[in-house]
């Protein structure tokens, strides 16, 4: 079992930047792929992001390509989400999930990833 808390979450206008951390617990983070998602009010989860185990790189919602990153760092247990130039439709509870199994083809789908934080909230404001 690994446990998930998210953090850095909080309140900022349009254009602003926020970074929000993943750190785990109980497990090692290098084996698991990691993601985000975020939940909006009234709105299905949808995937934001993902980052392999080596943390090279990752890969994008069009929704935040250009303005979103995704990094890890193994040593820390911890997997980080740097937000840039948000937008109000970016609100949402935004939740890192994990995997210690390759997610395949269905890497966007959160059905694939069995642990998952409490989230943290984002809200930007106009």
């Known amino acids: 079992q690994v446990q998930l808390v998210e953090s850095g979450g909080g309140m900022v206008q349009a254009g602003g930047s926020l970074r929000l951390s993943c750190t785990a617990s109980?497990?090692?983070?290098?084996?698991?792929?990691m993601v985000w998602f975020r939940q909006a009010p009234g709105k299905e989860r949808e995937f934001v992001s993902v980052?392999?185990?080596?943390?090279?790189?990752?890969v994008y919602a069009d929704s935040v390509k250009g303005r979103f990153t995704t990094s890890r760092d193994n040593a820390k247990n911890t997997v980080f989400l740097q937000m840039n130039s948000l937008k109000p439709e970016d609100t949402a509870v935004y939740y890192c999930?994990?995997?210690?199994?390759?997610?395949?083809?269905?890497?966007?789908?959160?059905?694939?990833?069995?642990?998952w934080g409490q989230g943290t909230q984002v809200t930007v404001s106009s």
């Open positions: 999930a994990a995997s210690d199994e390759p997610p395949g083809t269905q890497w966007k789908s959160e059905k694939k990833y069995p642990y």
């Open positions: 109980g497990r090692t983070l290098s084996p698991f792929y």
């Open positions: 980052i392999r185990r080596s943390g090279t790189s990752g």
